[in-house]
């Protein structure tokens, strides 16, 4: 999985700034998307594109339960958020309808990684290589229980063994 | 080894457990609103399914519907078609629906309780983050998306990471109760565990400061659980919890012999372990006002707005937050917080529009004018609150002192009705959450109880409750 980054470099980026809560009566998913992420930063529907990945810090996605801000993100294009750490709802909303990949970063990867960079994140070896930089990061592995929902493709297609 | 109540309702609820796997966990009620389920029940058709258990699935609306006079037609067309999306749903569906006419309509957190559909040692679920409220009565209840919403509407079960337990104990006792509420103790709690304090776990608050409050005020501490990043917020059931749903509408009929089994049961044994811990001490807190962006920007009522420097205690994520959180809200550190003044108040939303916290407000209220430069508005928490209020002259009170009166609904706590903040208002809420653009774009918000909202709305600007007399 490849792509550049987006970051905001703060923690406690909340669903509310995600996506506001006048467009949680939006059901056109591409006019969701129009505004993501439009209570923190404006432009991010204008610079955003597809295969981009979105970095920031602790407690991304904290607040209210919409499925709409991970729906919003993934229908920009955003294929995964790094962050330092993620709020329950959001991260399992991310993975239950295979929206996007919530992927835990360390503080290491955090701040080097830098606006703009190209990453390419590996799955298998749970590594982050930006290739901009140069340099190989670690990523927390799912834990067995979330990695057999992602593998599944989201919990409607989740099966237990 | 013992086990503790979040583990006793978990093993209880149990269907399918196998280590390293998700846990499938039955579901006993699920609660519904407009807002997140109409994708759900679209998956629903979609896939030729069924409602499994519609008899254990009860549905309101909330978060769209208008506060002014229900009577007229609903001029938000995206707000009118979600309300008639679920009409529709539970009509075809076969789902009990307490719609806007309905006297039993209401925040879906402040009706269930108030029906008794809210029981002790049940699980329930809702697609609203605020359903942490329920635990309050010893139920474990957890907010989820819409994915999981149309999981258990087809099968009544989900498939979760079991969560760790966390002992919050509150101990002492307020000096003052009327001015240091519920509110002041929860948003001490999350000032001090953080915003993510609490992430992956169930909370039980116990304790002395816990077993003193009423069941209205236990759900303003459970309700904010979200706040600190639990999946829950649990209290121990006892007396006045089994008071307080007695003969209720939808209370069940052996409820003497369910009291009888909670009693003995429903409690953490001695020598259970919690995974984390974290004791407030309540005797001494003042009122709280939260001055940023998060619930965790909080302070005393006594204190000044702080310096990004002091706040963040040498964490750099932390000092950018409170300077972006100062430039947002408008303010300058070292303001004292009772010279911000402001421009709105909201009482109301899941977290403080309950009966007690309406009769609080006005104490403070009765014989005096609402601020000429403020705009203040009363939202009760549901019909029944509303008609409650009524009986007992409350919203006299607030009308003579030019507070607005309105219909029951989520209201200005997320703006998505008509009711919100513009750009650059100050508000006084006593809702749970002051994001950026929360309560509409550009609008500030200050998280405060029921009492000093009011007495905000009073005064034009913050002031120390407890030097009012409120007995």
Known sequence: MKGNVIKYARDNIDTDVIIPGQYLKVHDYAELAKHAMEGLDPDFHSK?????????GRNFGCGSSREHAPIALAHSGIKAVLALSFARIFYRNAVDGAFLLPIEIDQDAYSDIAEGDQIDIDLKS??????TKNKTYKMKPFSDIIGKIIEAGGLFKYKPD | MGKTLFEKIWDAHVVVEKENSPSLIYIDRHLVHEVTSPQAFDGLRMNNRKVRRPDLTIATMDHNVPTNNRGLPILDQTSSVQIQTLEKNCKDFGIKLFDINSPNQ????????????????????????????HGAFGALAFGIGTSEVEHVLASQTLWLEKPTPFEIKVEGKRKNPHAVTAKDIILSIIKNIGTSGGNGTVIEYRGEGISDLSMEQRMTICN???????RAGLIAPDEKTFEYLRGRQYTPKNYEFLVDYWRENLKTDSGAKFEKNYTLHIDDIAPQVSWGTNPGMTIDVTESVPSPEDFAKGDQNQKKGAEKALEYMNLKSGTPMTEI???????????NARLEDLIEASKVVKGRKVSPNVKAMIVPGSQMVKKQAEELGLDKIFIDANFEWRESGCSMCLGMNPDILSPGERCASTSNRNFEGRQGTGGRTHLVSPVMAAAAAIFGHFVDVREMDLN
């Not at chain 1, 594109?49 to 920031?56: N, P, Q, V």
């Not at chain 2, 925040?107 to 679920?125: F, K």
């Open chain 2, 341 to 351: 003044k402001i421009d709105r108040v909201f009482i109301g939303s899941c977290t």
């Open chain 2, 224 to 230: 904010m659980s979200i706040e600190a990043g639990a």
């Open chain 1, 126 to 131: 749970n590594q982050i290589n930006n290739l």
């Open chain 1, 48 to 56: 955003v594109k597809e295969g981009d990945f979105i970095l920031s």
């Open chain 2, 106 to 133: 209401g925040i879906v957190h402040v009706i269930g309780p108030q029906l008794g559909i809210t029981l002790p040692g049940t699980t329930i679920v809702c697609g609203d983050s605020h359903t942490s409220t």
